[in-house]
C-alpha cells in the first residue's frame, strides 16, 4: 500500500493491541479513528490484517513523542478505513497509564 512520513511536531496518543504473539510495545500502532471502529479482538485481526497468532487481547495506548519520525497509511489487506502507523524504534514509546 501507499504510506506517508511525517515528523511529529507534537506528541500524539497511538494504540496497539497484544497477545498472543504481540507484545504490547512494538513498531506497528494505529490511531483513536481506527481503534473506535474496533468491537472485539476479532474485529481487530480483520481490520489491521493481524497474523493468526496476534489475538488482540489487549488494547495500549502509548504516547509517541514529538520528532519522532512516523509513516502511516492504510493497512494492506485491512479494513478499509483502518490505518496503521510504522515506527523504527519502539523504545521511544510512553505507556498511557
Not at 481487530?44 to 514529538?66: D, G, H, K, Y
Amino acid at each position: 500500500g501507499r504510506y506517508h512520513t511525517k515528523v511529529l511536531q507534537q506528541d500524539v496518543i497511538a494504540y496497539r493491541y497484544s497477545g498472543g504473539v504481540s507484545s504490547p510495545a512494538g513498531r506497528f500502532l494505529t490511531t483513536c479513528q481506527t481503534v473506535e471502529q474496533i468491537g472485539s479482538p476479532a474485529a481487530a485481526q480483520r481490520a489491521l490484517n493481524l497474523p493468526s497468532s496476534a489475538t488482540a487481547e489487549q488494547l495500549n495506548a502509548f504516547v509517541v513523542p514529538r520528532g519522532t519520525t512516523i509513516y502511516y497509511g492504510r493497512v494492506a489487506g485491512g479494513g478499509e478505513t483502518a490505518t496503521q502507523i510504522f515506527i523504527h524504534d519502539p523504545s521511544v514509546l510512553r505507556p498511557l497509564p
